[in-house]
């Protein structure tokens, strides 16, 4: 430092300490200052960057600057310690000889003793200084491919810059990080966890330079970003933490992109030919071509009659996600059933192949769409930030209002308006909400609207809670009621909440609790919705308190509902890939366990993973989707909580197209049209059902990038108007509500004059 810029930081210091004196008669010396440079291990700090002094001997930090505030000290902080020297002393200032701590940003740079009264001394800081022969302390981002299933364990080098002879320790955690690929950390690895909350302590041997810690992460087979957490360090011994953070990325896919073909309905033409395009979609941007070979092989559909035989090599360029394949299909004068031909590719380079080969079903020309996609009507979070993640979507009993649950920063509950397929926001819910602080919203997983429309129930799996919140019936505006939280005041069975239903009769709630494999029942007040704990039914317990058998076979329960006439209940397990039956008592709603059927036992098929259910008004029949099996199973209904497997719907028997991974399932009114969801493929297949045995046959499927369908990846949740005119998509990977009118819709409006 040249001595002109010196001698003017000395007369300013000692203009701040002559200004000092100027103050009441008790401060009887002027203060003690210390100034010079501040750097982090080198380098220099940011604007604002906090440094502190902590009067070791009161407790208390006594004076701050930020880097950069004072333009007259040209780069260097100066601390100003207010002193006293009559007794009693003020609390709050020094006196000469004071041990006191000095802080960048919260961290301990430097240990001191305050100087005499009105001296200004140069201090220039650093961790370095204060580390004295201590080693530093650093971690090393990282990152992994999270893999399809299972968990992979993601390595975090920590390291230190010389050994030492003494051990060395810090502890660490793991954090979700603030940013808009954030990945969510939890205790076990489920449908949105991407790794598993951890800590722990590293410690190094003398003489090691280098140790690890490790983040277990959860494999999944979504098409998403890549995801970050970080792991934070902190309390070292016999070390000097230098960078406390690492960030760990999740990488979306285990090296090449996966190279997805999609299976498609086509609607023969009245007349000579369609054109229509089968879209090919890597999972991910590719930074190389991505080439595969095509061709068309005939099933029971002929070349040359009912479409044109195509092959060639595809190619979708560096940086782009998908192409199409053209094939053309003819018209012809026959009434037909279903033909079938497939587009198989071949010999992929720089991608892996899946759902291969496509098949392509063509219907004949007389049979209507079942759904038609509204893609300018949906909603995602590029307009409303708060539909990130959406679970769950659900209409107010008018049709005029929607509730969609979502996963976005803790819980967000959003609130829509309905006309004629548009969606106006209306209201914005969280914790941080006026009248909602006491919300318990974390990872909203389920929503129920009462019948009379006057109470929605709020299901977060994340604080283990219900929320009841009263509905005014005239705007649709919520207002918080009551919070039930698992655990407080007692145990209630609502440990990781997924599913709720309501009776017929609107008198009791039913909650089924994942992580403690529980159904647990609430009795509804008639005044207000608010809920009234009953009892809890828990696998493999039995309940002393009726005469059932203890309950079996209902691992991860994830989905349940009571049946129309309100004789039973019935619950989808999906560790146990299973249907398990309650009888019910009307009067005062408690459960008796009746049975499970169990995927593998006594020729029940078909139930692997069983996700969610669906109970026909008519009482007859029960329908599972397996997630694992592609499938959606039935069961037959012959009296009370008496019910038979009775056959499936199969993918590997070409009974629908798409539905990969079902999630979810619901049918119209009269149960005559059925609407599913398939997660992997983010499809919408629907179906007719047959009066009589009740079996499931494909009408149509609506998929996501295919004929202009959009904002349908990853779809997780489903509500049909209360005209059943409607269908509301709630879309996980898109982040979005997606519109479809119903067959009875275009019916309504075929003569266009719908807007």
């Not at 100034?35 to 291990?41: P, V």
Request: charged share 20%; aromatic share 8%; glycine share 8%.
């Amino acid at each position: 430092m040249n001595k002109q810029l010196m001698i003017k930081i000395t007369l300013f210091v000692c203009f701040m300490i002559i200004g000092a004196e100027k103050i009441e008669a008790k401060l009887s010396q002027p203060d003690y200052v210390l100034y010079g440079t501040a750097t982090w291990f080198g380098g220099p700090l940011a604007t604002e960057s906090e440094i502190s002094l902590y009067l070791e001997s009161q407790l208390l930090t006594v004076t701050k600057y930020s880097m950069g505030t004072v333009d007259a000290l040209n780069g260097l902080y100066a601390l100003r310690v207010p002193m006293d020297s009559l007794d009693p002393r003020t609390y709050g200032k020094a006196r000469p000889g004071d041990p006191a701590s000095i802080f960048i940003n919260g961290h301990k740079v430097a240990e001191i003793l305050i100087g005499d009264y009105g001296r200004a001394e140069r201090l220039d800081i650093d961790p370095m200084n204060l580390s004295g022969n201590q080693a530093v302390i650093n971690i090393n981002h990282a990152s992994l491919h999270e893999g399809d299933a299972g968990q992979v364990t993601l390595m975090f080098d920590v390291t230190l810059s010389a050994s030492s002879q003494d051990v060395v320790t810090v502890d660490w955690t793991t954090v979700d990080d603030s940013s808009s690929v954030a990945a969510f950390g939890d205790e076990s690895c489920q449908f949105d966890v991407d790794y598993l909350n951890s800590s722990g302590t590293a410690e190094f041997q003398a003489g090691d330079t280098l140790t690890s810690v490790s983040v277990p992460i959860c494999g999944d087979t979504q098409i998403e970003p890549s995801e970050t957490f970080e792991v934070v360090l902190s309390n070292s011994q016999n070390g000097v933490i230098q960078f406390d953070r690492a960030v760990g990325t999740i990488l979306d896919d285990d090296g090449q992109p996966q190279l997805r073909g999609f299976d498609q309905v086509i609607f023969e033409p009245d007349s000579g030919v369609i054109n229509y395009e089968f879209n090919v979609k890597l999972s991910r941007s590719y930074e190389q071509d991505v080439t595969v070979n095509y061709t068309t092989q005939a099933g029971s559909a002929t070349a040359g009659s009912d479409f044109a035989a195509v092959s060639g090599v595809l190619t979708i360029p560096a940086g782009d996600q998908e192409a199409v394949i053209a094939v053309d299909v003819f018209a012809d004068s026959e009434n037909e059933e279903i033909e079938v031909f497939q587009l198989v590719l071949s010999n992929p380079v720089n991608a892996t192949l899946v759902n291969n080969p496509m098949t392509a079903f063509i219907m004949d020309a007389n049979q209507d769409e079942q759904t038609e996609a509204e893609q300018e009507r949906g909603v995602d979070n590029n307009s409303i930030p708060a539909l990130t993640s959406p679970t769950d979507v659900v209409y107010a009993p008018a049709g005029d209002d929607v509730y969609v649950g979502t996963l976005y920063q803790e819980g967000h509950i959003v609130h829509l308006g309905f006309h004629n397929g548009r969606l106006p926001l209306k209201q914005v819910i969280n914790n941080q909400s006026v009248g909602f602080e006491s919300a318990l919203l974390n990872k909203i997983r389920d929503l129920k609207m009462a019948a009379d429309g006057e109470t929605l129930y709020v299901a977060a799996s994340g604080d283990h809670s219900i929320n009841v919140l009263s509905r005014d019936t005239s705007n649709g505006q919520l207002s918080l009621v009551q919070v039930i939280e698992n655990g407080s005041p007692s145990e209630m069975g609502l440990g990781e909440v997924y599913a709720m239903a309501l009776s017929p009769d609107g008198q009791f709630l039913y909650a089924a609790g994942s992580l403690t494999d529980t159904v647990a029942v609430f009795s509804i007040a008639a005044t207000d919705g608010s809920l009234t704990y009953v009892e809890h039914e828990t696998n493999l317990v039995d309940d002393a308190g009726d005469t059932g058998p203890p309950v079996s076979f209902m691992d991860r329960p994830i989905d349940l509902q009571v049946a129309p006439d309100g004789s039973a209940l019935y619950v989808a397990g999906d560790y146990s890939s299973s249907l398990s039956v309650f009888e019910r008592d009307i009067s005062d709603g408690r459960l008796v366990f009746k049975e499970s059927f169990k995927s593998g036992i006594n020729g029940v098929q078909n139930l692997g993973g069983a996700a969610a259910l669906w109970a026909t008004s008519d009482n007859q029949y029960v329908y599972v989707v397996g997630r694992a099996d592609n499938t959606i199973a039935r069961f037959s209904v012959s009296g009370s909580a008496q019910l038979s497997y009775a056959g499936a719907n199969t993918k590997a028997a070409a009974d629908f197209i798409g539905l990969e991974a079902p999630t979810a399932i619901m049918a119209n009114d009269d149960d005559s049209r059925f609407y599913a969801l398939g997660f992997d493929d983010s499809s919408m297949v629907s179906f007719t059902r047959s009066a009589s045995p009740g079996e499931l046959d494909f009408a149509d499927i609506e998929q996501d990038d295919v004929k202009g369908v959009d904002l349908l990846a990853g779809p997780v949740g489903l509500d049909l108007s209360p005209d059943n005119q409607w269908i509301l998509v709630a879309a996980a990977i898109d982040n979005a509500i997606a519109v479809f009118r119903t067959h009875l819709n275009d019916l309504i409006f075929d003569d266009g004059f719908d807007d």
